[in-house]
Every structure is written in structure tokens, then in C-alpha cells.
């Protein structure tokens, strides 16, 4: 009976500790298996962009230099305008540019000794650019044993894929099947001269004024050595710079007859070197140690005009140059000669090699508007700003366009004293969706708000992506708009800017945790549904929250429900807190 009675006791204290430890593993089970199909309840098909392929048209010849992509993203990024009208190619005469193919490629190396090869898209706008300057260059360097070819990589995905082709174009110099990237301007002369460098000696010899009458009429930009051997250390160190500057041709002489066709005195001290533009500064002499390093400085400093006019073709020349500090004048065309001239006196010659000065046309279309929205520029001008490559910030003149003002500008802005300057939008008057809108001057009232866990998607208007994942992220915003604790906000990027909000395409999406705001945000890398982003801020909210499954009713618009429907519906799911 004592062995009976005992068995009873132990049988009921299991069965109570049962009945404790139980409830708990459900309620854990439960948490770990949220349910979460309400969330998936949206009006219209959501789009993972994550599972989108990508092939990017590459951007260097915009401000700023750097077109790395976002790899975090989980997201297709855009950077051109997909609603622009389909590119009509005018006509092309490519007979000199081989087309290759997984079929050929191989023969085409086996073949040729030295060869350039283009990885391109058709609808790639900077391939559609290149395509009569690359045609030129491979008529040109027919007759020097080097073949162009090219590759259409959105058809020969694996050639792409094993030359490690990211954006468009790439293009790949070969010699002997080994591959080197091209890293010149993509324009007929530079690629011309780049590969001359490269199968050729580095330097030529000019002996009769024939020689050098023909060089100065072809060329715009030449250096030449007036030097007292053409063998040995002076020409040694003429040739080593040469193979450092791919844009210019470099040329040496010993005939007095020669040197002074290129404005240099024949009976000056040897050695010599002059460089010749076809630009207001047209002669630029050297006068530093005979050596690469002091000769590829001048010739860096001298090579672009004093004041560059800003173009498609340009574009290479500035943002290849060491020199990294940009100051800019914007201006219609019908004003410019009034402020060129001026912007040359007061900080291209004074300050040449130090800053590019820049001319930027706000009423070219093409390539002057882009770079005035990327400034944040308006209207006709005539407006100042200053662009440092090396940590891509701007810097905006405030003042009349004269003498005094730039001078003093650009001393500052050498110096490091000037406050950069940020793109804004005028604030928002109200702003009560749910889905804040962010501009440069609210941002660190919402973004870096500390006490608030915010999720800011940056944007572009005409992106096609955004607007894709618009129906999800205002769907997102709709179940969450009852968390104090979480903002869901987003910042069109075309004309707002912030030091923490740096986006490489669009759509950017970045979590600014609660508390952590002087720390950089974190890069959302989830996909692009509304659970994925749901879990994503249960993961990382630095201040918990609770769901409630509830009606979802549009801001403004009556629900034709009664209101006793609506009680009783949200009454039955109450209960359950998290769904």
C-alpha cells in the first residue's frame, strides 16, 4: 500500500512539471512558427526583386566617380532612366570590328598576338557611345596588327561570366591570351594611343621637320624631349613617363631645326620638354629635374585646358586625372563667354595643378542637365560649385560670379574649410501617410531620430523597381503604422542627399536602429516581400514590438463596413497578438 501510495505521489508530480514545461515548448513553437500569411494578403502580386538577373550599364562618366554596386542590396539596382524612348542606332560602318562568340573566341586568341575585345549590350547607352569610336579605332589599327572585336554580352553570357564582365561596356586588351583591362578614355585617339603604348616602344623618334609638321597637325596634345642623346638615361626617363600617361603621345628629338617648329629654344640647355595643346594655353614648358616622377606631374598638371568644357567625351579626362578637386561653373550657353574668362583668371591659372576647372552647360540635355541635378543646380545661372573625387562632397559659392568671390572660394575649398553642401527638397507641410516622406533638410528629425527604429527606402521616380515595390512597402507601412517605435520612410535620391544616406543605384534600402544613430545604417539584405521585411525588423529593432492583426483601412477613405463589424472582426483576432 506504501509502494502504491508513493507510485501516486511521483505520478502526480510528473504530471505537474508535464503540464508546467509543456505550455511553454507550444508557446515557443509557436513564436518560432509564426503565422504570418495576413501579411501576404496585398493587393496585387508583390515582386521579389532579389531574384532579378543583373547586367548594369556602368556609370563613370557621372559625378561621382564611384559606380560600385550595392552587392547587400538583395535588389536589381537602376541607374538610367528605363522610360527613356528605345535607342534607334544610327548607322555604323564596323566592318574592321570582329564579332565573336563562344564559337570563335578561342580561335580569335590562338590567331592574333595582340587583340582588343568589347563586352557590350545592345541597349547599353555608353556602348552605343563607344560603337563609332571603337569602329574608328579598329580601321585605324588594322594596318598595326592589332584586331578589335566585340561581344554581345547579354547573348554570350558565359564568355561574360568567365571574362568577370560586371558592367558595360568592359573592354579587355590581349596580348598572347592574357587579358588586361582597358583603363583610357573611349574615344578613337585614346584607345589609338593606349595601344600603340602598349605593342609599341613608348616614345618616337622625330628627325626631319616633315615628321614633325605632320605630328603637330594631326595631334592636339603632344610632349616632346629635346634631348642630347636618344639612347640612355634622358630618354630612359622620357620613355617611362610616357608608359605612365596613356592619353599623350611623347616624342623626342636631337635636330635644333625640330625643336624650334616646337616653340623650344635650339640653343636652350639640354635636356627639354615642352608640351603643346590646341587650347588658350597652347605651350607649356618644363622647367623641374629630368626625371618620371617631376615629368609626369607637369604633364598631368598641363595636359587638360585650363577651363574643360564638360561632354561625353571629357568626362574620361577629368575623373582619370590624379587631380581630384573639381571646381565647376554653371551656365546657358549664351552666357558663358561672360563668365568663362573670369572663372580662368581667378582659379584655373592660379591654381593649375591643383583643381580642373570646369565648364558645365545647363542647357545641354545631354550631358550638362544631368551633371546640373546631380549639383542640385537650377535655372540659367551663373552658378559655382566645388567637387572633391576623393570623398565625392560638393560644395556650394555663395555670392555674385566675380574675380574676389571665386578666388576665395577656391582658396577655402583647397584648404579644407568649406561645409559641404547637401540636395533638399522643400519640407514636406504635412506628412502623415504612412510611409514618411524624407527630404535632406528633415532627415535627422525622422532618419536619425533616436528613440525610433527606422526603415528608409531610397528612390528614384522613374525607377522601375521602386515603383514595383511600392504596392508592398506602402502595404508594409499599413500593418505597422500603429508602432510608435518603427518609421517607415522613404527619400526620392534623385534630389535629396545626406552623408548617411549613400545609395550606389535604386532602390537603396538602409535600418537605422534605435540608439545607434552615429553608427553607419545597415544594409537591408532580405527580400522584398512584406514578411521579409517584416522579419527583417523583428530581427533587428533595437526596440521589440508586438503585431496585431487588424482591418487594414486606408488613411481617408471610409470603410463601407459598419463600425459594429469592424468591432466584432477586430474583437475575434485580438487575442492572438502576434499573427
Given at each position: 500500500?506504501?509502494s502504491f501510495?508513493?507510485?501516486?505521489?511521483l505520478?502526480?508530480?510528473?504530471f505537474?512539471?508535464?503540464?508546467?514545461?509543456?505550455?511553454?515548448i507550444?508557446t515557443?513553437?509557436?513564436?518560432d512558427?509564426?503565422?504570418?500569411?495576413?501579411?501576404?494578403?496585398?493587393?496585387?502580386?508583390?515582386v521579389?526583386?532579389?531574384?532579378?538577373p543583373?547586367?548594369?550599364?556602368s556609370?563613370?562618366?557621372?559625378?561621382?566617380?564611384?559606380?560600385e554596386?550595392d552587392?547587400?542590396?538583395?535588389?536589381e539596382q537602376e541607374?538610367?532612366?528605363?522610360?527613356?524612348?528605345?535607342y534607334?542606332?544610327?548607322?555604323?560602318?564596323e566592318?574592321?570590328?570582329v564579332v565573336?562568340?563562344q564559337g570563335?573566341f578561342?580561335?580569335?586568341?590562338?590567331?592574333n598576338?595582340?587583340g582588343m575585345?568589347?563586352f557590350?549590350?545592345p541597349?547599353?547607352?555608353?556602348?552605343?557611345?563607344?560603337?563609332?569610336e571603337?569602329?574608328a579605332?579598329?580601321?585605324?589599327m588594322?594596318?598595326?596588327g592589332?584586331?578589335?572585336?566585340?561581344?554581345d554580352?547579354?547573348q554570350?553570357?558565359?564568355?561574360?561570366?568567365?571574362?568577370d564582365v560586371?558592367?558595360l561596356?568592359t573592354?579587355?586588351?590581349?596580348?598572347?591570351g592574357?587579358h588586361?583591362?582597358?583603363?583610357a578614355a573611349r574615344?578613337?585617339?585614346?584607345i589609338v594611343?593606349?595601344?600603340k603604348?602598349?605593342?609599341?616602344?613608348?616614345i618616337?623618334?622625330v628627325?626631319?621637320?616633315d615628321?614633325?609638321e605632320?605630328?603637330?597637325?594631326?595631334?592636339?596634345?603632344?610632349?616632346l624631349g629635346y634631348?642630347?642623346?636618344?639612347?640612355?638615361?634622358?630618354s630612359?626617363e622620357?620613355t617611362?613617363?610616357?608608359?605612365?600617361?596613356?592619353?599623350?603621345?611623347?616624342y623626342q628629338t636631337?635636330?635644333?631645326d625640330?625643336?624650334?617648329?616646337?616653340?623650344?629654344d635650339?640653343e636652350?640647355k639640354?635636356p627639354?620638354?615642352v608640351?603643346?595643346k590646341?587650347?588658350?594655353?597652347k605651350?607649356?614648358h618644363?622647367?623641374?629635374?629630368f626625371?618620371?616622377?617631376a615629368i609626369?606631374?607637369?604633364?598631368t598638371?598641363?595636359?587638360?585646358p585650363?577651363?574643360?568644357?564638360?561632354s561625353?567625351?571629357?568626362?574620361?579626362?577629368?575623373f582619370?586625372?590624379?587631380?581630384k578637386?573639381?571646381l565647376?561653373?554653371?551656365?546657358t550657353?549664351n552666357i558663358?563667354?561672360?563668365?568663362i574668362?573670369?572663372l580662368?583668371?581667378?582659379a584655373?591659372?592660379?591654381?593649375?595643378g591643383?583643381l580642373?576647372?570646369?565648364y558645365?552647360?545647363v542647357?545641354n540635355?545631354?550631358?550638362?542637365?544631368p551633371v546640373?541635378?546631380?549639383?542640385g543646380?537650377?535655372?540659367n545661372?551663373?552658378?559655382?560649385?566645388?567637387y572633391?573625387?576623393?570623398?565625392?562632397?560638393?560644395?556650394?559659392m555663395?555670392g555674385d560670379?566675380?574675380?574676389?568671390?571665386i578666388k576665395?572660394?577656391?582658396e577655402?575649398?583647397?584648404?579644407?574649410?568649406?561645409?559641404p553642401?547637401?540636395?533638399?527638397?522643400?519640407?514636406?507641410?504635412?506628412n502623415?501617410?504612412d510611409?514618411?516622406?524624407v527630404?535632406g533638410d528633415?532627415?535627422?528629425?525622422?532618419?536619425l531620430?533616436?528613440?525610433?527604429?527606422?526603415?528608409?527606402?531610397i528612390?528614384a521616380?522613374?525607377c522601375g523597381h521602386?515603383?514595383?515595390l511600392?504596392?508592398?512597402?506602402n502595404?508594409?507601412?499599413?500593418?505597422?503604422r500603429?508602432?510608435?517605435s518603427?518609421?517607415?520612410a522613404?527619400m526620392?535620391g534623385?534630389?535629396?542627399e545626406?552623408?548617411?544616406?549613400k545609395?550606389?543605384?535604386f532602390?537603396t534600402?538602409l535600418?537605422?536602429p534605435?540608439g545607434?544613430?552615429s553608427s553607419?545604417p545597415?544594409?537591408?539584405?532580405?527580400?522584398?516581400t512584406?514578411v521579409?521585411?517584416?522579419?527583417?525588423l523583428?530581427e533587428?529593432?533595437?526596440?521589440?514590438?508586438?503585431l496585431?492583426?487588424?482591418?487594414?483601412v486606408?488613411?481617408?477613405?471610409p470603410?463601407?463596413?459598419?463600425?459594429?463589424?469592424?468591432?466584432?472582426?477586430s474583437?475575434s483576432?485580438?487575442?492572438k497578438e502576434?499573427?
Amino acid at each position: 500500500m506504501t509502494s502504491f501510495r508513493c507510485f501516486l505521489v511521483l505520478s502526480l508530480v510528473s504530471f505537474l512539471l508535464l503540464s508546467t514545461v509543456l505550455p511553454s515548448i507550444s508557446t515557443n513553437d509557436e513564436q518560432d512558427d509564426e503565422d504570418l500569411r495576413f501579411l501576404e494578403e496585398t493587393e496585387g502580386k508583390s515582386v521579389d526583386i532579389a531574384s532579378l538577373p543583373h547586367l548594369s550599364d556602368s556609370d563613370d562618366d557621372q559625378f561621382p566617380e564611384d559606380d560600385e554596386e550595392d552587392e547587400d542590396s538583395g535588389s536589381e539596382q537602376e541607374t538610367d532612366d528605363p522610360l527613356s524612348d528605345p535607342y534607334k542606332a544610327p548607322q555604323i560602318d564596323e566592318k574592321d570590328v570582329v564579332v565573336l562568340t563562344q564559337g570563335n573566341f578561342s580561335d580569335f586568341i590562338k590567331n592574333n598576338k595582340f587583340g582588343m575585345v568589347e563586352f557590350y549590350a545592345p541597349w547599353c547607352g555608353h556602348c552605343q557611345s563607344l560603337a563609332p569610336e571603337y569602329a574608328a579605332a579598329a580601321t585605324e589599327m588594322k594596318g598595326e596588327g592589332v584586331v578589335l572585336a566585340k561581344v554581345d554580352a547579354t547573348q554570350e553570357d558565359e564568355l561574360a561570366e568567365e571574362y568577370d564582365v560586371e558592367g558595360l561596356p568592359t573592354i579587355y586588351f590581349l596580348v598572347d591570351g592574357k587579358h588586361t583591362l582597358y583603363p583610357a578614355a573611349r574615344n578613337k585617339d585614346a584607345i589609338v594611343t593606349w595601344i600603340k603604348k602598349q605593342i609599341g616602344p613608348g616614345i618616337y623618334n622625330v628627325t626631319t621637320l616633315d615628321d614633325a609638321e605632320r605630328i603637330l597637325t594631326s595631334e592636339s596634345e603632344v610632349a616632346l624631349g629635346y634631348l642630347n642623346s636618344l639612347v640612355g638615361p634622358e630618354s630612359d626617363e622620357l620613355t617611362a613617363t610616357s608608359k605612365l600617361l596613356d592619353d599623350i603621345n611623347f616624342y623626342q628629338t636631337m635636330n635644333p631645326d625640330v625643336a624650334k617648329l616646337f616653340h623650344i629654344d635650339p640653343e636652350v640647355k639640354r635636356p627639354a620638354l615642352v608640351l603643346l595643346k590646341k587650347d588658350a594655353e597652347k605651350i607649356c614648358h618644363f622647367d623641374g629635374l629630368f626625371v618620371k616622377t617631376a615629368i609626369s606631374e607637369f604633364v598631368t598638371s598641363n595636359k587638360l585646358p585650363l577651363v574643360t568644357i564638360f561632354s561625353r567625351e571629357s568626362a574620361p579626362s577629368i575623373f582619370e586625372s590624379s587631380i581630384k578637386m573639381h571646381l565647376l561653373l554653371f551656365a546657358t550657353l549664351n552666357i558663358s563667354e561672360k563668365y568663362i574668362p573670369v572663372l580662368q583668371e581667378a582659379a584655373a591659372k592660379l591654381f593649375k595643378g591643383k583643381l580642373i576647372s570646369i565648364y558645365v552647360q545647363v542647357d545641354n540635355e545631354e550631358s550638362g542637365k544631368p551633371v546640373a541635378n546631380f549639383f542640385g543646380v537650377s535655372g540659367n545661372g551663373p552658378t559655382i560649385r566645388a567637387y572633391s573625387g576623393d570623398d565625392a562632397k560638393k560644395f556650394a559659392m555663395n555670392g555674385d560670379v566675380t574675380f574676389n568671390n571665386i578666388k576665395a572660394f577656391a582658396e577655402d575649398f583647397l584648404a579644407g574649410r568649406l561645409k559641404p553642401f547637401y540636395k533638399s527638397d522643400p519640407i514636406p507641410e504635412t506628412n502623415n501617410e504612412d510611409v514618411k516622406e524624407v527630404v535632406g533638410d528633415n532627415f535627422d528629425e525622422i532618419v536619425l531620430d533616436e528613440s525610433k527604429d527606422v526603415l528608409l527606402e531610397i528612390y528614384a521616380p522613374w525607377c522601375g523597381h521602386c515603383r514595383s515595390l511600392e504596392p508592398t512597402y506602402n502595404k508594409l507601412a499599413q500593418h505597422l503604422r500603429g508602432i510608435n517605435s518603427l518609421v517607415i520612410a522613404k527619400m526620392d535620391g534623385t534630389t535629396n542627399e545626406h552623408p548617411k544616406a549613400k545609395s550606389a543605384g535604386f532602390p537603396t534600402m538602409l535600418f537605422f536602429p534605435a540608439g545607434k544613430k552615429s553608427s553607419d545604417p545597415m544594409k537591408v539584405n532580405t527580400g522584398r516581400t512584406v514578411v521579409d521585411f517584416y522579419k527583417f525588423l523583428k530581427e533587428h529593432a533595437t526596440i521589440p514590438f508586438k503585431l496585431k492583426k487588424a482591418v487594414l483601412v486606408p488613411k481617408d477613405k471610409p470603410n463601407k463596413t459598419s463600425d459594429s463589424k469592424v468591432r466584432e472582426k477586430s474583437s475575434s483576432v485580438s487575442s492572438k497578438e502576434e499573427l
